[in-house]
């Protein structure tokens, strides 16, 4: 098989596909010739614009957008049908929708743990073998925030811890033997995107950091280029070894490293 067998003909779901990392994700899918990419997104406007664009260059058709906030049951799975209703099948799901918002810990929870495990749950349930599905993969992304603790960013560095335990409870037996489902999620520090930017604006309460700290930080920050990322989203569907449970983070510039379930670091 190719080293692209997977992804190729694929179907996929990537939730907050709109724009930065979702987008990014997407992108990368259509690339390695996925058949199908629904982009899942809040902002009409901006996940209506992604779409058009990546169909005007990867080929007519083979994206399209549903309107969806991942903290409501019906609408998640009002996407996971448009993706049967076209092509009778999903290979591959992103749960990637995710909010900063310190100010807001309600939304905090509610869109990057709940939509999270929403999202994770409606995968099984339309890809688990058991239910006449084939089996496939879900990549959840978490934040480096996920591994460490922030001092600015505690609700959030909270979800995504959530999102790490998650992934790797999911990721375990007996979950892959009786559903054919492999999960995994992405840890990355600061990634140029426009959530990272806005957070750092000064004056905007996303983060509970003083202006003087922000110029500061913003001066220094390494971010990490998006390929760094989109490379080990397709490596955690593609490899060989068949990764499941896995957390991978990526700090700056472009350090890699896996982590198991047992949060060793294996690489």
Not at 76 to 97: C, M, S, T
Request: overall charge neutral; proline content about 3%.
């Amino acid at each position: 098989t190719s080293s692209e067998s997977m992804i190729r003909n694929s179907v996929a779901i990537v939730t907050g596909g709109g724009r930065g990392i979702g987008r990014a994700i997407a992108e990368s899918l259509l690339v390695r010739q996925a058949r199908r990419v629904i982009v899942a997104d809040l902002n009409e406007a901006t996940g209506g614009q992604a779409v058009q664009e990546l169909n005007e260059t990867h080929g007519s058709g083979r994206c399209h957008f549903v309107r969806c906030s991942v903290t409501d049951r019906a609408e998640l799975r009002r996407v996971f049908q448009k993706a049967i209703e076209l092509d009778g099948r999903v290979d591959i799901v992103a749960n990637n929708a995710g909010v900063a918002n310190e100010a807001d810990p309600d939304l905090t929870i509610d869109v990057n743990v709940k939509g999270v495990i929403y999202g994770s749950q409606m995968a099984v349930e339309f890809m688990s073998k058991q239910s006449g599905g084939h089996g496939g993969v879900v990549i959840n992304t978490a934040s480096a925030a996920g591994l460490f603790t922030s001092a600015y960013v505690p609700a959030y560095t909270a979800s995504k811890h959530a999102v790490v335990g998650w992934t790797g409870s999911m990721g375990s037996e007996p979950h892959l033997s009786t559903h054919g489902v492999r999960f995994n999620c992405l840890c990355p520090a600061f990634i140029l995107t426009d959530m990272a930017t806005d957070c750092f604006k000064l004056g905007d309460k996303s983060m509970l950091m003083p202006d003087e700290l922000k110029k500061k930080v913003t001066k220094n920050q390494v971010l990490i280029p998006m390929s760094v990322l989109t490379d080990q989203f397709i490596r955690l569907i593609e490899d060989p070894q068949q990764f499941n449970g896995y957390a991978v983070s990526i700090l700056p510039p472009d350090q890699v490293r896996y982590i198991d379930k047992s949060m060793k670091a294996l690489m």
